[in-house]
């Protein structure tokens, strides 16, 4: 794998660090005119998620993360891990919720996703920004009303829930900004 | 921005050129009120600053048969010192200065320097003639009133820490206190490192909040090209410029001692030989000056560029250049 000197270090460059593969988020060099130059680097450990600020002496290196985000359909839940499948040539991944984390609340059979591989496995997973889901389990709305003011929660078949308008029914699907968690509209079949 | 501007188009706004161009009208008028003395001085020079924590750009001059390294000086210091102790009396110079892998938000590698001397000043009183420059440039920002600060007591006031006196383990238990994981590790038993480390992350960010703060008394320890102060051993005759925690200038009490020149030039090309850095070739024609007599002066430079972002509310340095090294 390269090796980054700090020159090189920008947003979105993977590096390993304390043995955790990384991202960095910002890098900004210090330097007292007369004095010892610095990197202050926010860096994001990409196993625990955490942002933590680091220091490097100007022209040391990290070694790169090999760590890459493919797209791929999520297959199933076999209760202990899920399965994901890479379209383009079939082949298999499996992640346990710890590294599923929040994004199976998003997830539904054949839906696409972005997996985050780390040296060819699973790191982290991410739901599409949008998605389709139908609503579960939500109060009787009162008809009529379209305005969208005030809502109600709704229980989604994947088991997230979010804010709906009082008009929106039980059976209907509606679709779903999974960053904010966030109801957009309607969705007609 | 790079997405929405040409290539070939400038890294500033045309409204920064005219800053610029004021800017320098001004500075020239305060000075010839003065009767300071506008001088310039070669860029590419036959010896370079010996700063142990400067990269210099070389180049080959071919003088045919003949071929010689020349250096793109990191400061016109040398040369305007040359022309002290030849009797030129208080001078100033507008230049470009070069300093070797420094790019960053409030570095490029190409910057202009305003560096000037005043024959005959302390420390204190070319401070008092800052303070009346700043606020000439800055006229119509209300700057707040200038603070003076010596770097002890800042240092005490924002880390409860004396930078005068190492204790690794004082240090280090302050930095893992604060979260500076990295720092025990970088500066190991360097008391420089420690304080440029600490001072950089815990202090000159909050310091001259709206308004020119001048940290005067640097330690022993970074004495660049300072006078020990003659009243206390343990604290130099530097001062440093920052205001919204940028730093804006380095001056001194100027060293005119050759002897003592020669040691620290020997001791910082020590330095540069064990840290691996670029070998350097030491001014003899300055200690040669400063052998005849570099008349009592006080001196100072201040990154232009930077007081340009400042005026201008610029984030970045790109944003005051004509063309910023990526475009040059």
Known sequence: MAVYSTSEFKAGLKVMLDNDPCAIIENEFVKPGKGQAFNRVKIRNLKTGRVIERTFKSGESLEGADVVDVDMQYLYNDGEYRHFMKPDTFEQYQADDKIVGDASKWLKDQDSCTITLWNDAPLAVTPANFVELAIVETDPGVRGDTSGGGGKPAKLDTGATVRVPLFVQIGEIIKVDTRTGEYISRVKE | ?328
């Open chain 2, 1 to 328: 921005m790079s997405g929405l501007k040409a290539d070939w188009q400038p890294t500033c706004s045309l409204d920064l050129l005219r800053l610029r161009a004021q800017t320098l009208q001004k500075i020239r008028q305060f000075f010839a009120d003065r009767a300071v003395l506008e001088v310039e001085t070669p860029l590419l020079g036959s010896a370079i600053g010996t700063d142990p924590q400067l990269d210099f750009f070389t180049t080959a001059y071919h003088w045919s048969p003949r071929q010689q390294t020349l250096f793109l000086q990191t400061s016109p210091e040398f040369a305007m010192k040359r022309l002290l102790a030849a009797g030129s009396g208080s001078i100033y110079q507008v230049c470009k200065a070069f300093r070797n892998g420094e790019s960053g938000r409030f570095h490029n590698p190409e910057f202009t320097l305003l560096e000037w001397y005043r024959v005959g000043y302390n420390l204190s009183q070319l401070m008092g003639e800052v303070d009346e420059l700043i606020a000439l440039l800055f006229e119509g920002n209300v700057l707040q009133a200038t603070q003076r600060v010596s770097y002890q007591s800042l240092f005490q006031q924002y880390t409860s820490l004396n930078p005068l006196v190492f204790s690794y383990q004082e240090y280090s238990a302050y930095a893992q206190g604060i979260g500076l994981v990295d720092a025990a590790s970088i500066c190991g038993q360097d008391h420089t490192m420690w304080l440029d480390f600490i001072f950089s992350h815990q202090i000159q960010p909050y310091i001259g909040n709206n308004k020119l703060c001048m940290v005067y008394g640097y330690p022993a320890c970074m004495p660049s090209l300072a006078r020990i102060n003659e009243n206390n051993a343990a604290i130099t005759d530097r001062v440093e410029l920052f205001i919204n925690g940028v730093e804006l200038g380095n001056g001194y009490f100027e060293l005119s001692d050759a002897k003592e020149q020669e040691q620290r030039f020997d001791s910082e090309i020590a330095v540069r030989e064990s840290t691996k850095r670029p070998a350097v070739i030491k001014d003899e024609r300055l200690l040669a000056a400063l052998g005849v007599g570099l008349p009592d002066c006080s001196g100072i430079a201040i990154g232009l560029d930077r007081i340009l972002m400042l005026l201008s509310n610029s984030p970045v340095i790109d944003d005051v250049l004509a063309f910023s090294i990526s475009k040059a």
